[in-house]
């Protein structure tokens, strides 16, 4: 003999509209949950949490020689998020920022270490431009494989990155070593020429920032403006009426993946141009994969990710103050960095779905 039963299960339902001030609260909402969550497990650490909410949230706000350097931090995170957030969009998922990262220093490193006597303001826009030129070559691998064979541009893009981060190695360990750097993987140290400007006396503060500005101007414009910027959104958002309307669907991998590459390139450049002024194994600092949690923290939207980015490199700034005088291992502050993206991602989800409790029925035997 069988018996019916019913039980109230949650289901997640698409809202037809999602608010405009859901979407709005949603990041600082994620911030605060984040920074709650996080001091729980700085207290289980056995740790200040207050020295830590200091050191890592409110030092790198307290002078002016702390901010610059969150707004040196902040040009290249700002550069490669709005070039990812525009693919993003599209739903392009580059993934590979880092690798392009790479190569955009590779590339703009051949200047000044092929020609060590060279000399002019003509070298550092030059160093720039390669450097754009060989991120954007190397996200179109990416872009080919997608296209000609239908390889996962999130798989290939990431795993060129570490290819890319080997291709440093080779590099930095065989013919572009310093004969006189004693031993370390390092190139010669660049010209004066070869180095971007400085924007403020006494800071690191270079004219990337204003790259970064400048680009995130244009992607505003090429998003919300432009015609090609409207075919990828409508792409990403519904492919099939797209493809009815001719929309090419090759076309959009290609200049997603271009544009993203070109910037992380161009920050990739000017990072060698710039605070390093030579060609570093430490030029792969996890700017690419950050700069995946800036675009989406800034709701992949061109004014939201320049709030997102300061945000971003001053908890870069402020993870190091943590590190020295809170005690916190760097493996605390990529949890962070991580945790923020996961709890942004849920709070989404609630402002575009809402939660329906609906009965469910099925027959059991007794």
Not at 79 to 102: P, T
Not at 133 to 148: D, H, I, N, P
Not at 324 to 337: C, D, G, K
Request: proline content about 5%.
């Amino acid at each position: 003999m069988s018996r019916p039963f019913s039980a109230i299960l949650p289901s997640m339902v698409r809202r037809d509209r999602a608010s405009f001030a859901a979407k709005l609260l949603a990041p600082p909402i994620a911030l605060v949950v984040t920074i709650a969550l996080n001091l729980g497990l700085y207290v289980a650490m056995g740790r200040d949490p207050a020295a830590v909410v200091y050191a890592m949230l409110i030092e790198p706000f307290v002078s002016w020689a702390s901010f610059s350097e969150v707004l040196l931090k902040t040009g290249p995170l700002l550069l490669i998020a709005q070039g990812l957030a525009i693919g993003f969009r599209a739903k392009v998922f580059n993934i590979g920022a880092e690798g392009q990262f790479i190569l955009g220093a590779i590339f703009a490193s051949a200047i000044p270490i092929w020609m060590p006597q060279a000399t002019g303001q003509w070298m550092w826009p030059a160093m720039l431009l390669l450097g754009t030129l060989g991120g954007a070559l190397w996200a179109s691998l990416t872009a080919f494989w997608r296209v000609r064979l239908n390889a996962n541009e999130i798989l290939v893009s990431l795993m060129l990155s570490f290819v890319a981060a080997q291709l440093l190695n080779y590099l930095l360990l065989g013919p572009w070593k310093d004969p006189g750097g004693f031993n370390f993987p390092q190139s010669v140290m660049f010209q004066y020429d070869a180095m971007v400007p400085i924007l403020f006396e006494g800071t690191r503060v270079n004219v990337s920032l204003i790259l970064a500005a400048g680009l995130s101007i244009a992607a505003w414009v090429f998003m919300q403006k432009s015609f090609a910027g409207y075919k990828l959104q409508v792409g990403g958002l519904a492919p099939r009426a797209a493809s009815y309307s001719g929309f090419k669907e090759s076309w959009a991998i290609w200049l997603s993946l271009i544009i993203g590459g070109a910037a992380a390139g161009l920050a990739g450049a000017a990072e060698v141009a710039g605070p390093l002024g030579q060609l570093q194994r430490s030029i792969s600092t996890g700017y690419g994969y950050a700069a995946i949690i800036v675009a989406y923290l800034g709701g992949l939207n061109p004014i939201g990710i320049v709030v997102s980015a300061i945000i971003m490199a001053a908890l870069y700034i402020g993870g190091d103050n943590a590190m020295v005088s809170a005690n916190l291992p760097i493996a605390a502050v990529r949890v962070f960095q991580g945790s923020l993206l996961l709890i942004y991602l849920i709070a989404v989800a609630f402002v575009r779905y809402r939660i329906v409790w609906r009965p469910t029925s099925a027959r059991s035997a007794s």
